[in-house]
């Protein structure tokens, strides 16, 4: 069993930056695709960014040039850098991997962002 641990959520003012980092348990960058998803409390989870085993990366229009998504293999972590935060990035952030038809999900971290 996969397990993926989040960290680097925080509170910020909008304008600021938060990396998130998720540690994978075992080398799983090589066939799983990974992603990004946020949610707020009330609305549906939402994909915010992937990254496929051969590295390419896609992210939702609203965080186009400010967040970057990228993986660690030799450290087993994916991350998740997040520039020019806006109050509306506000969410729990969770990665999920998806191995060949297994889901494994984190269990998120806080991501706060203040006016």
């Known amino acids: 069993q996969v397990q993926l641990v989040e960290s680097g959520g925080g509170s910020v003012q909008a304008g600021g930056s938060l990396k998130l980092s998720c540690v994978a348990s075992?080398?799983?960058?090589?066939?799983?695709?990974m992603a990004w998803y946020r949610q707020v409390s009330g609305k549906e989870r939402e994909l915010v960014s992937g990254?496929?085993?051969?590295?390419?990366?896609r992210y939702i229009d609203s965080v186009k040039g400010r967040f970057t998504i990228s993986q660690d293999n030799a450290k087993n972590t994916l991350y998740l850098e997040m520039n020019s935060l806006k109050t509306e990035d506000m969410a729990v952030y969770s990665c999920?991997?998806?191995?060949?038809?297994?889901?494994?999900w984190g269990q998120g971290t806080q991501v706060t962002v203040s006016s």
């Open positions: 075992e080398s799983i960058f090589s066939w799983c695709g």
């Open positions: 990254i496929s085993p051969d590295s390419k990366t």
């Open positions: 999920a991997a998806d191995c060949s038809g297994w889901a494994y």
